[in-house]
């Protein structure tokens, strides 16, 4: 029989850490010190036991609103095939029911998440720094990120739909200067109207605008004066990592290299965790190169599976999708 905890305080760390080192090679360079923070820091986090043995983790972080990544999941080697990662990943898929539901994993995980409704995404990357500066070992692995550049047969404009795609702005920009800052603001209805203006939706909410940015642990702006040019947040737990989010910048201001700027700053704040996005159709052209590297085996789980084909092609590959070295 399979029990489950929620409270990390009631897990003894020594067994969760030899849980992750044996189900993923990666966390074999973390101390114990740096798993137990990580599971602190997490917006939510669920262990599954068998006769009071720790069997399986998973962990998550979400914005609590309407973006999600599962940050890893883990089961231990006796345990497996026996339906202990299914429960975990069903019952975080109720938890954050209605959000964006995000994740990556290896090649022969892929099935698995399929079966469980999720798609493989097409416009998720990893930031791996500017000028080289944060590029990690393992970067470069084919496994899990496409080559520079690489582009879909389906991709082209139709597809970026309601999404702006790096029109030039007709605005004078010249004697403009613009300030850059990491420190949170209150300025919430300047930050929802650039949101706005950057993405469409004219019924976006600042109450929900104002929970996001205020329940980020990370964020940057850039400004004209007082005026909100840019934004960029990010949900992290502090530790291993960070899903960033609203990357925006207002129309009138293309052409002024605000966007990376803004990521930049955003990221500097926390170097050394994995920082994972996922992008609208319209925004693969700008995260397209480096510093991004565009991931290969991310994936989806949509808050409206149903969307229309012709939508849904612009966003997440078709099911059982693989690429010529798969």
Same mark, same amino acid.
């Given at each position: ?16 850490? *030899?849980? $992750?080192? /044996?189900? %993923? ?6 101390? #114990?010190?740096?798993? !137990?923070?990580?599971? =602190? ?91 080289? *500066?944060? $590029?990690? /070992?393992? %970067? ?6 496409? #080559?520079?550049?690489? !582009?879909?047969?389906? =991709? ?171």
């Amino acid at each position: 029989m399979i029990t489950y905890i929620d409270d990390i305080e009631k897990i003894n760390i020594d067994e969760l850490a *030899e849980l $992750l080192y /044996e189900s %993923l090679p990666v966390r074999r360079k973390d101390s #114990k010190t740096d798993i !137990k923070k990580a599971y =602190e820091g997490t917006t939510y986090a669920l262990f599954g036991f068998v006769d009071n043995e720790l069997a399986g983790a998973v962990r998550v972080l979400s914005d609590n609103i309407e973006w999600t990544i599962i940050s890893e999941i883990a089961v231990k080697e006796k345990y497996r095939y026996q339906g202990i990662g299914k429960g975990l990943i069903n019952k975080v898929l109720e938890k954050f029911k209605g959000h964006e539901i995000f994740t990556y994993t290896y090649y022969d995980s892929l099935e698995f998440y399929e079966a469980l409704g999720f798609k493989r995404s097409k416009n998720a990357f990893t930031y791996g720094g500017f000028n080289g *500066e944060y $590029l990690e /070992e393992g %970067l470069d692995n084919k496994e899990f990120y496409l #080559k520079n550049g690489f !582009k879909y047969e389906t =991709e082209f404009y139709p597809f970026a739909g309601i999404f702006p795609v790096g029109q030039k702005s007709n605005k004078d920009l010249s004697g403009v200067t613009i300030r850059y800052s990491t420190e949170p603001v209150k300025n919430y209805v300047g930050i929802n109207n650039l949101l706005i203006r950057a993405f469409g939706g004219h019924d976006r909410n600042v109450v929900t605008t104002t929970k996001a940015f205020d329940e980020s642990r990370y964020v940057s702006y850039a400004f004209d004066g007082e005026k909100v040019v840019g934004c960029a947040r990010a949900v992290s737990d502090g530790v291993l990592q960070a899903l960033i989010l609203n990357v925006a910048v207002d129309p009138d201001y293309q052409g002024l290299h605000i966007g990376g700027k803004v990521v930049e700053n955003l990221c500097r704040q926390m170097k050394g965790q994995n920082l994972f996005l996922n992008t609208h159709p319209g925004g693969v052209g700008f995260y397209n190169r480096l510093p991004y590297k565009r991931n290969k085996t991310a994936l989806l789980y949509p808050a409206h599976p149903d969307m229309p084909d012709d939508i849904a092609k612009g966003f997440v590959l078709p099911k059982g999708f693989k690429f010529a070295d798969e």
